[in-house]
């Protein structure tokens, strides 16, 4: 069966004419979109596109194909926009959070969700920002709390919100309130895996290295464990959470704020009409950076 996934990646790779370029319209990696074109092709019993030197064209059965594809994905969007209008609960927004999204944020956008979209049923989800953003590309996802930078494929975005971090050390590492990171020596930073959100990642351990050229990094799978560890002795933990604290942990604030978390809001421009208006969005990321 054809799929609204298919549609997508064959509209996407005419237009592109680049597997890389139409992976990331998408929003999508490159293996699960050349598998999504080769189960097209055999649903339609043509090849639609010839392979070049890194470039795609569309085959005469392509461009016989490609404006019925186009009328079948508009026709998609507008049972999606039909279904919404139509809901007598109201729609359903789906929201996912970022797991470095503080819960106080977290919940201030799911409150702002209900309270500026009339009728609304409000769920929640937290995963990695690279999972947000497929979610909310293919539809599962309404909106999404990510962290920046990330590679959106096309998804619309909301200005990015700063929220201020600080530093968890073991007790007595540090006796001032306010501290500069290459004062924290000896101990390495607790970091999230990178593939949650590489360039975030990669902005974050840039901007370490610069601030703070000795003392390394360990990889731990969330806050808690990295709080565990300041709690142990055995590492420092950059956090926007205000309330994440334990007995034997030091909260400090950070000279010059050098790492703030960097979220923002994502949506897709054709699923979701009722978040389209200027101010419901700006509503939105009023309470993410709240």
């Given at each position: 069966m054809?799929t609204?996934?298919?549609?997508?990646i064959?509209i996407a790779?005419?237009?592109e004419?680049h597997f890389?370029?139409?992976?990331?319209?998408?929003?999508?990696?490159?293996?699960?979109?050349?598998?999504?074109?080769?189960?097209?092709e055999?649903?339609?019993g043509?090849?639609?596109?010839?392979?070049g030197?890194?470039?795609?064209?569309?085959?005469?059965?392509?461009?016989?194909?490609?404006?019925?594809?186009?009328?079948?994905?508009?026709?998609?969007?507008?049972?999606?926009?039909?279904?919404?209008?139509?809901d007598?609960?109201?729609p359903?927004?789906?929201?996912?959070?970022?797991p470095?999204?503080p819960?106080?944020?977290?919940?201030a956008?799911?409150?702002?969700c209900?309270?500026?979209i009339p009728g609304?049923r409000?769920t929640v989800?937290?995963a990695?920002?690279?999972?947000l953003?497929?979610?909310?590309?293919?539809?599962?996802?309404?909106?999404?709390?990510?962290l920046?930078?990330?590679?959106l494929?096309?998804?619309?975005?909301?200005p990015?919100?700063l929220?201020p971090?600080w530093a968890?050390v073991p007790?007595?590492t540090?006796?001032?309130?306010?501290v500069?990171?290459?004062q924290?020596?000896?101990?390495p930073?607790?970091?999230?895996p990178?593939?949650?959100?590489p360039a975030a990642?990669?902005?974050?351990?840039?901007?370490?290295?610069?601030?703070?050229?000795?003392?390394g990094?360990?990889?731990?799978?969330?806050?808690r464990a990295?709080?565990a560890m300041?709690?142990a002795?055995q590492?420092i933990?950059?956090?926007?959470?205000?309330?994440?604290?334990a007995?034997?942990?030091g909260?400090?604030?950070?000279?010059?704020?050098?790492?703030p978390l960097?979220?923002?809001?994502?949506?897709?421009r054709?699923?979701t009409?009722?978040?389209r208006?200027n101010?419901?969005m700006a509503q939105?990321?009023?309470?993410l950076a709240s």
């Amino acid at each position: 069966m054809i799929t609204e996934r298919h549609l997508q990646i064959f509209i996407a790779l005419a237009e592109e004419q680049h597997f890389g370029d139409a992976a990331r319209a998408v929003g999508i990696t490159q293996p699960p979109l050349s598998q999504g074109l080769r189960r097209l092709e055999a649903l339609v019993g043509s090849k639609l596109f010839e392979r070049g030197a890194g470039r795609v064209e569309l085959t005469p059965a392509g461009v016989a194909l490609l404006p019925y594809a186009r009328r079948a994905l508009t026709s998609i969007e507008e049972l999606h926009q039909a279904a919404i209008a139509r809901d007598p609960e109201g729609p359903e927004i789906r929201l996912g959070l970022a797991p470095e999204v503080p819960p106080s944020a977290g919940a201030a956008v799911a409150a702002a969700c209900g309270s500026v979209i009339p009728g609304s049923r409000v769920t929640v989800v937290t995963a990695p920002t690279s999972s947000l953003v497929n979610q909310v590309g293919t539809g599962r996802l309404t909106l999404a709390a990510v962290l920046h930078p990330a590679v959106l494929g096309g998804l619309e975005a909301g200005p990015v919100s700063l929220l201020p971090t600080w530093a968890l050390v073991p007790a007595a590492t540090v006796d001032t309130e306010v501290v500069a990171l290459r004062q924290l020596k000896g101990l390495p930073i607790a970091v999230r895996p990178r593939a949650e959100a590489p360039a975030a990642r990669d902005l974050f351990l840039d901007t370490l290295a610069l601030h703070r050229p000795d003392g390394g990094t360990v990889v731990v799978t969330d806050e808690r464990a990295g709080l565990a560890m300041a709690a142990a002795g055995q590492a420092i933990v950059v956090t926007a959470d205000p309330a994440l604290i334990a007995p034997g942990v030091g909260r400090h604030r950070l000279a010059d704020d050098p790492l703030p978390l960097r979220l923002r809001l994502v949506w897709s421009r054709t699923r979701t009409p009722f978040l389209r208006p200027n101010d419901v969005m700006a509503q939105l990321t009023e309470a993410l950076a709240s």
